[in-house]
């Protein structure tokens, strides 16, 4: 079955880098939005940023604007969100999300923890 890998997770102090991976398996990668969520403890699911299925067109929410860059390589069937100047409020697990330009159907990964903390 479809699966996605998020990587790329861990313990950072606060202005530190990551760089998150989502490896997509067993579907057409070019045919899906790919999307990164996150959760913080005690709160929602919030969307962070999408990617439209070819790469030319990207969103984001106001909270990462200008630190996040969401980016895809279709020929390896992965998604990247980088993340520069981190902030303790951006701790929380992080999702990857598979959105099917066709048909009613997305997916998740499992998630990676970032904990932003000095």
């Known amino acids: 079955q479809v699966q996605l890998v998020e990587s790329g997770g861990g313990l950072v102090q606060p202005g530190a880098s990551l760089r998150l991976s989502c490896v997509a398996s067993r579907l057409t990668f070019s045919n899906y939005f790919m999307s990164w969520y996150r959760q913080a403890p005690g709160k929602e699911r919030e969307l962070v940023a999408t990617?439209?299925?070819?790469?030319?067109?990207?969103t984001y929410a106001d909270s990462v604007k200008g630190r996040f860059t969401i980016s895809r390589d279709n020929a390896k069937d992965t998604a990247y969100l980088q993340m520069n100047s981190l902030k303790p409020e951006d701790t929380a697990v992080y999702y990857c999300?598979?959105?099917?330009?066709?048909?009613?159907?997305?997916?998740w990964g499992k998630g990676t923890l970032v904990t932003v903390s000095s």
């Open positions: 990617i439209t299925s070819g790469g030319s067109s990207t």
């Open positions: 999300n598979a959105k099917s330009r066709y048909f009613s159907v997305d997916y």
